[in-house]
């Protein structure tokens, strides 16, 4: 279910129960900040958003499997880095492609 509302005035910031050992203000909810913030913090809050998100073992309604062998978690993660629309500089990934 796709949750959609025009945001309130309580909701321009993010506040963070989990990051807010990085970070002692909030933070706004649809712009870049002014100052930095710890990495370790960024990963914090966006962690936490993506934990309101469902359970995709639990999501029957789609009909998809979503869960995989270990070694294919193993096989995006060595290649995640890629940059694959560079087809001349990643020729066998192009090759896996298509």
């Known amino acids: 279910m796709v949750l959609s509302h025009a945001a309130s005035g309580s909701d321009?910031?993010?506040?963070?129960?989990?990051?807010?050992?990085?970070?002692?203000?909030?933070?706004?909810?649809?712009?870049?900040?002014?100052?930095?913030?710890?990495?370790?913090?960024?990963?914090?809050?966006?962690?936490?958003?993506?934990?309101?998100?469902?359970?995709?073992?639990?999501?029957?309604?789609?009909?998809?499997t979503t869960w995989m062998e270990p070694e294919c978690d193993k096989l995006i993660m060595s290649s995640i880095n890629k940059n694959y629309v560079d087809m001349d500089e990643y020729p066998v990934t192009t090759e896996l492609q298509l």
């Open 12 to 64: 321009v910031s993010v506040h963070s129960t989990f990051a807010s050992r990085y970070v002692r203000t909030s933070l706004p909810r649809f712009k870049m900040p002014e100052n930095s913030i710890p990495k370790e913090a960024a990963y914090q809050i966006i962690n936490d958003e993506l934990m309101l998100d469902g359970n995709p073992r639990l999501n029957l309604a789609s009909f998809v």
